[in-house]
T-cell receptor, first 115, second 112 residues
Framework: AQSVAQPEDQVNVAEGNPLTVKCTYSVSGNPYLFWYVQYPNRGLQFLLKYITGDNLVKGSYGFEAEFNKSQTSFHLKKPSALVSDSALYFC?????????????FGSGTRLLVRP | DSGVTQTPKHLITATGQRVTLRCSPR?????VYWYQQSLDQGLQFLIQ???????AKGNILERFSAQQFPDLHSELNLSSLELGDSALYFCASSGDRGDTQYFGPGTRLTVL
């Protein structure tokens, strides 16, 4: 069965410092991996994805994520956090062998960037 | 703006009632997905339609149903509503390859 784990309910970081939001996954086949961000009273915004190729994926707003197959992880990173990055972040996975394309989401990690 | 629209934004209704949520996908997208976001269950996949046909079902209750029309918009029908159905309902759409799903702003359903 497919699953995603986001082990931290909340991550606190000071503005200007690097941030990491952790994600590990479990799928039967090869994964498609995604990060989405949700601001208060808003929908989910797509940040970045890993399908194949380079393990380091760059996305919107300066975010990047590193795919690590051996550790089955896809951690989200940013070199310098902004207060405006404070939001709820979701990691999601799709099994490449699943013809439905449905996404399995983690429980979400709240990022709080303090000034 | 993702290009996916959902109406209404908010819906307040009573137990036992029936509601319809509407979604218009991004221009050209053939796939529509419905997800439910609740505090206890998180974000869960409900159902997917592709070009008018049901493609996959997730944790969707028998009281819930959906359809996709020839113009590709989709509706999610929720009936015999219970307090526990209160949640944020998202629609997403994707293109033919189905890799990236783009989400609408959601419909917040409150059942009193």
């Amino acid at each position: 069965a497919q699953s995603v784990a986001q082990p931290e309910d909340q991550v606190n970081v000071a503005e200007g410092n690097p941030l990491t939001v952790k994600c590990t996954y479990s799928v039967s086949g090869n994964p498609y991996l995604f990060w989405y961000v949700q601001y208060p009273n808003r929908g989910l915004q797509f940040l970045l994805k890993y399908i194949t190729g380079d393990n380091l994926v760059k996305g919107s707003y300066g975010f990047e994520a590193e795919f690590n197959k051996s550790q089955t992880s896809f951690h989200l990173k940013k070199p310098s956090a902004l207060v405006s990055d404070s939001a709820l972040y979701f990691c999601a996975v799709r099994d490449m062998r699943d013809s439905s394309y449905k996404l399995i989401f983690g429980s979400g990690t709240r990022l709080l960037v303090r000034p | 703006d993702s290009g996916v629209t959902q109406t209404p934004k908010h819906l307040i209704t009573a137990t036992g009632q029936r509601v319809t949520l509407r979604c218009s996908p991004r221009s050209g997208d053939l796939s529509v997905y419905w997800y439910q976001q609740s505090l206890d269950q998180g974000l869960q996949f409900l159902i997917q339609y592709y070009n008018g046909e049901e493609r996959a079902k997730g944790n969707i209750l028998e009281r819930f149903s959906a359809q996709q029309f020839p113009d590709l918009h989709s509706e999610l029908n929720l009936s015999s509503l219970e307090l526990g159905d209160s949640a944020l309902y998202f629609c997403a759409s994707s293109g033919d390859r189905g890799d990236t799903q783009y989400f609408g702003p959601g419909t917040r359903l409150t059942v009193l």
